[in-house]
């Protein structure tokens, strides 16, 4: 089992820019995929993106072009960098975790993330 932690969630004006970042630690963590999936007010949980251990991405239709997701394998690290935020990106943001064999994922306890008008 993966343990994730979370940080550098909070408020942002739109149009501006936030950096999540995500410890993991764990005997499989540097060879999971890692990623973040976000939950707004009333919405679904839904994907943002997620990153494999050897730098193959993949972003949410809703972000592409303006979140940039990244890692350390070194350090067990995942970042999302958020830029051109809008006010619908608000919502709580889940780092994740799991093994490229399996689609169970590790979560984090989550982050809020509240973007202004």
């Known amino acids: 089992q993966v343990q994730l932690v979370e940080s550098g969630g909070g408020l942002a004006q739109a149009g501006g820019s936030l950096r999540l970042s995500c410890a993991a630690s764990?005997?499989?963590?540097?060879?999971?995929?890692m990623g973040w999936y976000r939950q707004g007010p009333g919405n679904e949980r839904e994907l943002v993106a997620t990153?494999?251990?050897?730098?193959?991405?993949n972003y949410g239709d809703s972000v592409k072009g303006r979140f940039t997701i990244s890692r350390d394998v070194a350090k067990s690290t995942v970042y999302l960098q958020m830029d051109s935020l809008k006010p619908e990106d608000t919502g709580v943001y889940y780092c994740?975790?799991?093994?490229?064999?399996?689609?169970?994922?590790?979560w984090g306890p989550g982050t809020q993330v509240t973007v202004s008008s």
């Open positions: 994740t975790s799991r093994p490229p064999w399996s689609s169970d994922n590790s």
């Open positions: 764990g005997s499989l963590a540097r060879i999971n995929i």
């Open positions: 990153i494999s251990s050897g730098g193959l991405r």
